[in-house]
């Protein structure tokens, strides 16, 4: 009897796990690991910074970061699930998709413009009837616009070279293509340091900063599980925000490695980024300003900020960390 009893003692718990695995497998299959995070950026953009380390060290649920931008989120075929690109980006494409979404802000670029001393450029005044190499609708553009309307020039006034992509127009500068340029970094220090003494930088401080964001759509948010995800790698970016700030020298290596640039390239046009993580209370203002600027350029009408106001939403930034502020 004892015998028998010992056989069963061990046998049962067997039984009984191969009974609970039966039961769980035929009532509540497991669900699938969640897909990784798919994130457009430009390549090699100082901005990006903070989202690569982020991606890279901090998420840990799997997300990656490839050549992109806003309009990654809308490929028909193989949309993404978060983009960055300044605040620009998002009103040109937003016009043919509103339901794309700012969703928060984890960097702001200080421009500047560099032109040739050569040329008879020593103010922004002396622009006027000058060759200016830029992308016209994108931020650099934009930057561009509000500098030439505080000297009471606009883009009639000079010879406007629309270059792309984007890092040919230094080389158009160095080479005497055009005689100054607008455009992000790191590409306006390089342009400094290869023209030397020719070089001009024309103050511009106060006149614009670029708001660097965080986008998806309208249907991304609606998503409860990548919504979830988003949530989290908003957390893990707020980190790696404050990580940057303490020690940039991580996110310096990855943005150098991205957009094979030396550190040194990167180290030096860092100082002209401010990296936080943020929903600007005057980015809806910005945006309304820049909207007809950019509608005269493309000969539309300029939304209302009623529509506009549709574009931002700091739902899932709340969500992530407010109950930590």
Known sequence: MFAFEGRWSAVLPLLSAWLLAGCATAGTPPSPAAEPL???????????????????????????????????????????????????????????????????????????????????????????????????????????????????????????????????????????????????????????????????????EGIYREIFNLNTTAATLADPSRRARIVEFIRALDKAIAQVNRDPRRAQELVAAAGDYSIEEIARSWKHHSFLSAFPDDLLDVMVDEERWLAGVEGREPRPREELAKLLDRSVFDEALLQDR
Do not use: C
């Not at 998002?90 to 339901?99: A, C, F, G, I, Y």
């Not at 560099?114 to 000058?130: F, T, W, Y």
């Not at 629309?162 to 890092?167: K, L, Q, S, V």
């Open 38 to 204: 798919e994130i457009r950026g430009a390549i090699g953009v100082v901005e990006l910074g903070p989202a690569r380390v982020a991606a890279e060290e901090l998420y840990g649920k799997g997300a990656f970061i490839e050549h992109g931008g806003v309009f990654s989120l809308i490929d028909r075929e193989n949309p993404v699930d978060l983009a960055t690109n300044a605040e620009t980006q998002l009103l040109v494409h937003s016009v043919n998709r509103p339901d794309l979404r700012i969703i928060m802000t984890l960097a702001e670029g200080h421009y500047r413009i560099v032109a040739r001393r050569s040329a008879g450029i020593n103010s922004v005044a002396d622009l006027k009837g000058k060759r200016i190499g830029t992308m016209i609708s994108s931020s650099s553009g934009y930057f561009l616009h509000l500098l030439l309307q505080r000297a009471g020039l606009s883009f009639d006034d000079i010879e406007l070279h629309d270059i792309r992509p984007y890092t040919a127009i230094t080389t158009a500068l160095i080479a005497g293509d055009v005689d100054a340029i607008s455009i992000w970094e790191p590409h306006t220090e390089n342009a400094i340091r290869a023209l030397g003494d020719d070089a001009f930088v024309i103050p511009s």
